[in-house]
């Protein structure tokens, strides 16, 4: 009997197999055989293998991801930072663009596309995750728990891209939504979604409300922990401290982790003394817990817990010493070890000035936290561009010690002087010493680097370093012997010559740490008299001076904040610099960009004072761009529009330079020069006149155009820097350009003879508010592009190379660029030498993209530094609509691959996610 069953199933199967053989041959078929395979593959396969790797990386990610005790807990602990592909969510992408594109008859291509939102939100694509959610929401409305879920996701996705205001309408919908139906999905997510709303928003109140509802709701064990940890902070914050102790409690008696279990205790026992007026520290609450046994295996975070005490009482000496406690401690929690190395870190970078020091502690910081961390990112930046904020703020720190020196009188500035110049010769030793016992130990070390000529020592300049003045006096005793420190001291018949009494040491090498105390004396001195000099010398002691050295500083504060604001998307350091710098100069000349800056700077954190600076801008400077961008929402439309024809009407002028149609490029230039006065390409058509006039006139009248643009656009940073460097060559060339019939016999520019100029000079820029760009909204009927998420892995490459390019991508095939590349000439002839060999080229990358590359650089910290300098001035440079252009960095290796739009766009992801 069971062998006639065995058959009998092995039959059946085989007749099932056939049957879906059969069935696949004709799946594109409708029908309701088809329909019924694709829901039953869909569903079981497909759909649910996905969502398990969904589930999976959401455990991954909330296992390594780091709570800040101190702060409001956020709801979820998925926000991770990727560098590169992350198989599992790939995986989940494919399953879902299979269902969408095989599986198009079941009912399961709704749930596939709320796939692609949950891995694109995973993945950190917030635009895309959005656009997914949106879709999903508005084209399958009649399955209610797919909606559902699609709205929290989007409420999350908003949150993560600072969209607080579309992020309540869409959480508020979703209450409605449960409130009325009459078969409930899933409450808890809703009011979870709802919370993490509240909790950004700083809507304590209703927050406490949706905690409580999502409490009581929830299945998962774990999610109510942190929800009630959560509510108890947020009790804390609406004064009801009896509530927040009976939540703690819950906690505290629970089987939660230790961490927050921990913390949970310590706020219990605050709020208890509080209550019973006990004057017991937290302090001293935490240190009776490092001599308890069971306490061990947690010793490194309780000594995290001290440090941040007296880091917030500002008693850094201690702090510092609790953090490396820590670190010595952190045998398992590498997170934990990571954490005390960036509050390490961020005090030798922002209270110590210590920047070399910092960045190691930064580089330490990234070896140990987990790059969930949910600033990851922001270090990485802050640390990779550390030299950019380090040599802005040493500019800050200079320039204060002159102007405070300049204000005291003789004495007192001489004697502040001495006391500077020992400070500084006792720093200049220290570093010399840590320095020499850094090299001695990383030597014997099995990961030791070779330290170049290029690496950053204790100090470049040669009486700041105390090994190369040692080396240098021994150097001279070599070969002159010990000779008192005198006038005519070469001579040899000089009276009471003591040149034989002082041969006794010649030969001796003496190392800085064993120099004789007379020796030791003089290089001392030699250090201090160094740095006294260089102190007087450029002391501000003129109006004039005092107001470049305070432009300086102003000039410092604003790329700093403006650098907070856009490469490290750090609101809250911006937020200070910006209001620092209002403080410091109540007058400067940034205040409208700044007011601006800070309305938009605080419209996701405070209202309140978004609304301030808006009232400020609007009141004190209605007729401001800024201004005009907040009153008339067309404004930046109309700008753009008005930009347009401008570049139009130049890019006219210049092809009459270009055809030698020298009269015509000055009559025509003088009319735009009237219609469109002080427009932001005015110098460059001055310019334009000028060279077309040096074709008809010898060199005084040429000279005195140059001249008069100098007069008439001092500040232009292109313009101004080009114009001194064609004096210059005048000034050094007069005699022979004085015999010409007309001073310029060339056309062409760049082949002229002021290209040969040998001035560089740096142009000092201030850097525009960032602009926003509003991601454009998918329609209800349309479903959203497949992203590409591969990065360009495997097809480019992050070798170190030698040869770097800035490029310039224009989206626009068929556009002449002979204007805006000669800008891009200006740019490159006032900045580098001949010889730096900095040239601008052209590519196509398909039909409809043109790249201008700008090389050769030989280090990446050199073309960034490039970048840096000329993208504030595109605007100025590039004669097309700035919504037609673009800019990236990539190696000779990377931009060979460029052949079409599809590797353009491969690389611009793999660039964005890898530089």
């Known amino acids: 009997m069971k062998h006639y069953w065995a058959i009998h199933i092995k039959n059946l199967v085989t007749i099932l197999f056939l049957l879906c053989l059969l069935a696949g041959c004709s799946l594109e078929k409708k029908s309701g055989f088809n329909r019924n395979m694709q829901n039953l593959t869909a569903h079981y396969n497909i759909l649910f293998n996905a969502n398990n790797l969904l589930l999976q990386k959401q455990e991954i ?25 992350d198989k599992e969510l790939e995986a989940v992408i494919a399953k879902a663009e299979n269902i969408i594109n095989i599986k198009e008859q079941s009912r399961y291509v709704g749930d596939a596309y709320l796939l692609l939102a949950k891995a694109n939100y995973l993945y950190g694509n917030y635009f895309v995750a959005d656009e997914f959610c ?59 979604a709802h919370l993490q709303y509240d909790l950004d928003a700083g809507n304590y109140k209703t927050g406490e409300d949706m905690a409580k509802r999502a409490i009581k709701t929830a299945n998962d064990s774990r999610l109510r922990r942190r929800l009630t940890f959560i509510l108890a902070q947020l009790q804390e914050l609406n004064h009801e401290p009896a509530d927040a102790y009976a939540s703690y409690s819950r906690i505290a008696n629970s089987n939660a982790a230790f961490e927050m279990s921990f913390n949970a205790e310590l706020n219990r026992i605050r709020i208890e003394d509080v209550q019973n007026n006990r004057h017991i520290s937290r302090l001293d609450r935490l240190k009776s817990l490092l001599r308890n046994e069971n306490n061990k295996e947690f010793i490194d975070q309780i000594y995290f817990q001290i440090a941040e005490l007296y880091m917030a009482d500002s008693k850094l000496d201690d702090a510092i010493k609790n953090y490396h406690l820590s670190v010595k401690n952190s045998s398992k929690n590498q997170n934990q070890k990571g954490l005390s190395y960036l509050r390490l870190a961020d005090i030798s970078f922002k209270n110590k000035g210590d920047y070399v020091g910092a960045k190691k502690l930064y580089d330490s910081t990234l070896l140990n936290l987990s790059p969930n961390y949910p600033g990851y990112r922001s270090i990485q930046l802050k640390s990779n561009n550390l030299q950019l904020l380090a040599e802005q703020l040493r500019i800050i720190a200079h320039e204060d010690t002159l102007q405070q020196l300049a204000s005291l009188d003789e004495p007192a500035r001489a004697a502040r002087i001495d006391v500077l110049a020992k400070q500084h010769v006792a720093d200049v030793k220290a570093a010399a010493v840590a320095s020499t016992n850094s090299a001695f130990t990383n030597t014997n070390s099995p990961n030791a680097q ?185 404004y930046g439309r109309k700008l753009n529009d008005k930009d347009a024809e401008l570049n139009s009407l130049y890019n ?65 940073a292109l313009i101004a820097p080009l114009v001194n460097e064609h004096l210059s060559y005048i000034d050094a060339n007069q005699n022979e350009l004085a015999t010409r019939p007309v001073v310029l016999i060339d056309n062409d520019l760049y082949d002229s003879p002021f290209a040969q100029s040998l001035i560089i000079a740096k142009p000092v820029v201030a850097v525009a508010p960032k602009p926003v760009v509003k991601q454009p909204s998918t329609q209800a009927n349309q479903a959203p592009n497949l992203p590409a998420l591969k990065s360009g892995a495997g097809l480019y490459s992050l070798r170190d190379s030698s040869r770097y390019y800035f490029v310039v991508n224009v989206n626009a095939g068929t556009t002449n660029l002979s204007s805006s590349r000669f800008g891009i000439g200006q740019f490159n002839r006032a900045n580098f030498a001949p010889e730096a060999g900095i040239k601008h080229q052209l590519k196509d990358a398909g039909d409809n993209n043109q790249l201008i590359f700008v090389g050769v650089f030989h280090s990446l910290a050199s073309v960034k530094d490039y970048a840096r300098a000329i993208i504030p001035l595109m605007p100025q440079i590039m004669k097309v609509p700035a919504d037609k252009y673009s800019f990236f960095v990539i190696t000779q290796e990377n931009l060979d691959k460029l052949a079409d739009k599809k590797t353009l766009d491969s690389y611009i992801d793999f660039y964005q996610k890898n530089y």
């Open 652 to 716: 006219k002028v210049y092809d009459l330079y270009a055809h030698k149609q020298y009269k015509d490029v000055i009559t025509n230039a003088e009319l735009l020069l009237q219609q469109f006065p002080n427009n932001k390409l005015a110098a460059q058509l001055a310019y334009l006149r000028a060279m077309a006039a040096g074709h008809n006139e010898k060199l005084l009248p040429f000279r005195a155009d140059l001249y008069n643009i100098l007069n008439q656009y001092p500040n232009d």
């Open 134 to 192: 949106n879709y999903v929401i508005r084209n399958y409305s009649d399955k209610p728990e797919l909606s559902q879920q699609a709205r929290n996701w989007r409420v999350r996705t908003l949150l993560n891209l600072h969209q607080l205001p579309l992020a309540k309408a869409v959480a508020d919908t979703n209450l409605t939504v449960v409130f009325y139906a009459k078969k409930k999905y899933d409450e808890a997510s809703v009011y979870a």
């Open 450 to 634: 070779v330290q170049t000529s290029g690496t950053p020592t204790a100090s470049t300049f040669y009486f700041y370093n105390v090994n190369s003045l040692s080396q240098g006096f021994s150097d001279f005793k070599r070969r002159w012997g010990n000779r008192k420190l005198e006038d005519n001291w070469r001579r040899s018949n000089r009276s009471n010559s003591d040149i034989t009494n002082n041969t006794q040491n010649i030969t001796t090498q003496v190392g800085p740490t064993v120099l004789p105390q007379k020796d030791q004396k003089s290089t001392d001195d030699l250090i201090a008299t160094s740095y006294k000099q260089q102190l007087v010398q450029t002391l501000p002691l003129t109006p004039q001076n005092i107001a470049q050295s305070k432009a300086r500083v102003y000039n410092a504060y604003f790329t700093i904040a403006n650098f907070y604001r856009d490469v490290l998307e750090d609101p809250k350091e911006a937020i200070i610099t910006y209001e620092t710098l209002l403080k410091r100069f109540p007058d400067g000349s940034e205040k409208p960009a700044i007011y601006y800056n800070l309305y938009r700077l605080y419209s996701n954190i405070d209202v309140v004072k978004s609304d301030y600076y808006k009232d400020l801008l609007i009141k004190g400077y209605p007729e401001t761009p800024f201004a005009k961008v907040i009153l008339d929402p067309d």
């Open 61 to 85: 990610y909330a296992g390594s991801y780091i709570d800040n005790y101190n702060q409001l807990l956020r709801v979820y602990q998925d926000t991770v930072y990727h560098n590169g592909t």
